[in-house]
């Protein structure tokens, strides 16, 4: 039989039912309840949504290649390098200094939304839940749901591509991508991930709705990617 690629597999398993209701949000800061009620629960355990997380969790364990663990260790800290090969050329940070600048405010004012609907899920990682589960990148100690790397992987794409619009497509993938290894180093279930992509295209467009952060995108814009025309 084919081998199912890991992005299809995300997909079925997303579209699982969950039947199950969610925590109370009373207690959170609006902000946080909207985000909390936009993305829902995370499927129980013991729900057929839940063993499917599990089950591709420890298929990706089986099948997972040195590469593929490079590439997830690779991204554990996120920076305007990882989207070099969607861009076409490399981009280090010293080369691009207010690119670089405009992805780390992303990753921090987006991180902050994430660690606060972590805190309030608290949902165990997957190697916290099932002794089976052995991760092949660096362990972390915040909660799983919604995956903060896939939130603000694909966020901090689609705000390069504002600067790149010739490259979104290939830019988006990447973005995806970095939710994708997080299941493939054991760190976090398809579900997070999913969440967390669907979260991320949300608070991508709000920050980019932010007069303060376009004056920032357009600085980078100047500086950094409006190349002159040749003659």
Not at 53 to 58: F, K, R, S, Y
């Amino acid at each position: 039989m084919r081998r199912l690629s890991l992005s299809l597999m995300l997909v079925l398993v997303s579209g699982v039912p969950v039947f199950t209701q969610a925590p109370a949000t009373a207690n959170l800061p609006l902000a946080v309840q909207e985000l909390a009620t936009f993305l829902g629960p995370f499927p129980p355990a013991d729900s057929d949504a839940g063993k499917a997380d599990l089950a591709i969790v420890l298929w990706c364990q089986q099948t997972r290649t040195t590469h593929d663990t490079q590439l997830a260790a690779a991204e554990v800290k996120l920076t305007l390098a990882a989207y070099g090969m969607a861009v076409g050329k490399p981009l280090p940070p010293a080369q691009y200094p207010k690119t670089a600048a405009l992805v780390d405010k992303v990753a921090k004012d987006i991180k902050a939304q994430t660690d606060a609907l972590k805190k309030f899920y608290g949902r165990p990682r997957p190697y916290l839940a099932d002794p089976r589960v052995v991760p092949a990148i660096e362990r972390e100690t915040s909660p799983s749901y919604p995956s903060g790397h896939a939130t603000r992987g694909l966020a901090i794409a689609i705000v390069l591509a504002e600067l790149v619009p010739e490259r979104r497509e290939a830019l988006l993938e990447q973005g995806r991508q970095v939710g994708v290894h997080r299941v493939v180093g054991g760190v976090h279930y398809p579900s997070d991930i999913t969440s967390g992509q669907r979260l991320g295209a949300r608070l991508a467009e709000t920050w980019l709705a932010e007069s303060g952060n376009r004056d920032l995108l357009e600085a980078a814009r100047a500086a950094e990617w409006n190349l002159p025309i040749k003659p």
